[in-house]
């Protein structure tokens, strides 16, 4: 028992951020995002023993929150209805995030694949040089030139060239 909380606490601590960033993008609210992945962990806790291939398990708890959130979006009720007045349009964010949200998802989808893939799995899924290699069946090399080629093409289009 001690052995089983030992792995799957480690797991939790390794991989913990880097789902939670999963869990936001299938909810887009934070407090959605931590409720969804403690679900999926304590599924993934009581399949422990189950889970013979322990290099798959971000995809099962991955598949977990996605079950989830489908379950959790089935069972809400319909809070909105139809109304004879539209509301009155939302202020424009004042720091002007969802522009460069738009603007980085733009860029990012005008990169080759390699250096979109690499740039994604770097700063979105939180995994190092190797992993990323072993990932792409690359050399380290190849990623970091990937990655720093890709950065500074990201940057090239996002960065005014005041700068």
Not at 3 to 14: H, I, M, P, S
Not at 25 to 30: A, D, K, R, S
Not at 60 to 73: E, F, G, K, L, T
């Given at each position: 028992?001690?052995?089983?909380?030992?792995?799957?606490?480690?797991?939790?601590?390794?991989?913990?951020?880097?789902?939670?960033?999963?869990?936001?993008?299938?909810?887009?609210?934070?407090?959605?995002?931590?409720?969804?992945?403690?679900?999926?962990?304590?599924?993934?806790?009581?399949?422990?023993?189950?889970?013979?291939?322990?290099?798959?398990?971000?995809?099962?708890?991955?598949?977990?929150?996605?079950?989830?959130?489908?379950?959790?979006?089935?069972?809400?009720?319909l809070e909105e209805y139809p109304s004879e007045e539209l509301p009155e349009p939302a202020p424009p964010d004042a720091h002007g995030h969802d522009e460069v949200h738009e603007l980085l998802e733009d860029a990012l989808s005008r990169l080759p694949a390699r250096m979109r893939a690499a740039i994604v799995l770097r700063y979105y899924e939180d995994m190092t040089e190797p992993e990323i290699a072993e990932t792409l069946g690359v050399s380290v090399g190849t990623v970091k030139s990937s990655m720093s080629r890709g950065m500074a093409k990201l940057r090239g289009e996002l960065v005014p060239s005041g700068r």
């Open positions: 028992m001690d052995l089983k909380c030992d792995e799957f606490r480690a797991y939790v601590q390794a991989r913990g951020p880097a789902l939670l960033r999963v869990a936001y993008q299938l909810t887009g609210h934070p407090a959605d995002a931590e409720d969804l992945l403690q679900s999926a962990l304590a599924k993934t806790y009581l399949a422990w023993d189950r889970i013979q291939d322990r290099t798959a398990l971000d995809g099962y708890v991955r598949r977990a929150m996605v079950n989830i959130n489908i379950s959790w979006w089935r069972q809400r009720k």
